[in-house]
């Protein structure tokens, strides 16, 4: 029996991408892919989740929140070059898991970044449809069918950014450039603006007074780190800084699809490794300097969740300082921001499918490229299931399952620097993480401590869809492996 251990070799996944019929044409460069980082992490959670977290968890000391989650993320974002540099191949951490840990834990890698991809680009797509209504001055994308309410403006979007990266990458990279362009002028327009309303008051006390009790919820809605350790979870202190970090990693979310694209990159030695860690340290400059603004234009007290619910933004620091006008301008942004941040998490969700199909974990027949090099098929029914998900079902509350899918792929892809280092030492590498073994190492203990913040309640959910990954793996995806077929086919000749 051929162990579902089985590894594919870095030379075999390189060679399976000239494979007829299933090329994807290389166009891209270190700036393209730049701009595809950049438009997919300046989100919503500029826009919304550094108000919230302020006003709920941390307080002023919201800018050291980001800090330490962009060290996490720079930490896996470099481990994601070195995989990216020496294995440029579609799939991502899928693709460097298969080469690292074997065809089982690609596969469940794989299944993991369908869940983090399809929930997120469908989260992002309902607040795009939010966003649409307050912009030109409707309730919402939001109509009756029948006993269903159809997100129409979600289904718009998805249908709009589908038939962009159905016509070529290339042109979704410069549509995505014009758009991110935008949306980083309405951020710097906020920090610019904002800089001139701060008051120094507002950063005292930088950390606020643990105030614990019901801010870390109960049962199975507390943090797991808090329902093992038996730890009151906190509003404000250290314990709400560390965290405000898990929650406002959501705002990094999406830096790894760039090394989805690694197969399309013109040099994916240089390119993938500079086009990962400029986003990055762009994405950092912004998200500290807006939060740096937002808590010193206001106390963060009145960035509290009101008794209604009602959560607060980037346009209530303005609003509190009179500038109503900046209401409408962030609007403006953060639909031009969430427009690429679907576009991109659609494309990602696409890639790793397409490697998966290639590999035959999924149907092979899905693997398939039009002549323009793109996986149209794939691309349509990723669409379709996105906008479904988006526009019929209320699935805001599942975002924090899009956190620990990303962080346990970064976990992995973290371990696999240091098993390929030890296996294949030979392998040229055209970027190569320093201080190994301690980086990545320091990279692992970071993401499983932001793991271990999130609510009991994600977990279990996660691990239901794990779960699922594992009755399909052994229903049909190991029995129809490429790479189990030529093994079987190598031990038939042997015999």
Not at 100 to 108: K, L, R, S, V
Not at 144 to 163: F, H, S
Not at 174 to 201: C, D, E, P, Q, W
């Amino acid at each position: 029996m051929i162990s579902r251990w089985r590894t594919k070799s870095v030379e075999q996944s390189i060679a399976d991408t000239d494979e007829p019929g299933t090329r994807l044409r290389k166009d891209l460069t270190w700036w393209d892919l730049t701009i595809f980082g950049v438009s997919v992490v300046v989100g919503a959670g500029i826009f919304t989740v550094t108000a919230t977290t302020a006003g709920n968890i941390t307080g002023p000391a919201i800018s050291v929140s980001f800090l330490i989650a962009a060290f996490t993320c720079g930490l896996a974002a470099l481990c994601y070059a070195e995989f990216a540099s020496t294995v440029p191949v579609a799939g991502s951490a899928y693709t460097f898991s298969y080469a690292t840990f074997g065809e089982f834990m690609a596969w469940i890698i794989g299944w993991d970044l369908i869940l983090e991809f399809s929930i997120g680009a469908a989260v992002v797509a309902k607040g795009w449809s939010s966003y649409l209504g307050t912009v030109f001055g409707f309730s919402g994308g939001v109509a009756d069918v029948g006993a269903l309410q159809l997100d129409w403006g979600a289904l718009l979007i998805v249908a709009v950014v589908a038939v962009l990266l159905a016509m070529g990458t290339k042109l979704s990279a410069n549509f995505s450039a014009t758009i991110t362009a935008i949306k980083v002028a309405v951020v710097l327009l906020v920090v610019i603006v904002g800089a001139f309303y701060i008051k120094a008051v507002n950063y005292t006390p930088f950390i606020p007074p643990s105030e614990p009790g019901e801010a870390g919820g109960t049962g199975v809605d507390q943090s797991l780190f808090s329902l093992l350790t038996g730890a009151e979870g906190s509003h404000y202190g250290v314990y709400g800084l560390l965290a405000g970090a898990s929650i406002v990693f959501f705002a990094f979310i999406g830096f790894d699809v760039v090394a989805t694209t690694a197969e399309e990159t013109k040099n994916p030695q240089r390119d993938v490794a500079k086009g990962i860690l400029a986003a990055l340290a762009i994405v950092t400059v912004l998200y500290v300097a807006v939060s740096v603004v937002l808590t010193g234009m206001v106390s963060y007290t009145e960035l509290k969740t009101g008794p209604d619910g009602k959560a607060a933004n980037l346009a209530t620091a303005f609003s509190a300082n009179g500038i109503d006008w900046a209401a409408q301008i962030i609007s403006i942004g953060a639909l031009a921001g969430l427009t690429t941040v679907v576009m991109v998490l659609v494309l990602g969700q696409s890639r790793v499918i397409f490697a998966m199909s290639r590999d035959g974990l999924l149907p092979r027949s899905l693997a398939k490229t039009s002549d323009r090099g793109t996986p149209v098929r794939i691309t349509v029914i990723v669409a379709v299931l996105i906008a479904l998900a988006a526009s019929l079902f209320p699935i805001d509350k599942l975002e924090e399952m899009v956190n620990v899918g990303t962080l346990f792929a970064f976990v992995l892809v973290s371990a696999g620097v240091l098993v390929l280092r030890r296996t294949r030492p030979d392998l040229e590498r055209g970027f190569r993480v320093p201080w190994v073994p301690l980086l990545p190492i320091a990279s692992i203990v970071a993401c499983v401590w932001l793991m271990l913040n999130l609510t009991a309640l994600t977990w279990i959910r996660f691990l239901i869809w794990m779960v699922l990954g594992v009755v399909i793996y052994f229903a049909y995806s190991r029995r129809h492996s490429v790479m189990g077929r030529r093994l079987q086919a190598q031990e038939a000749d042997l015999r």
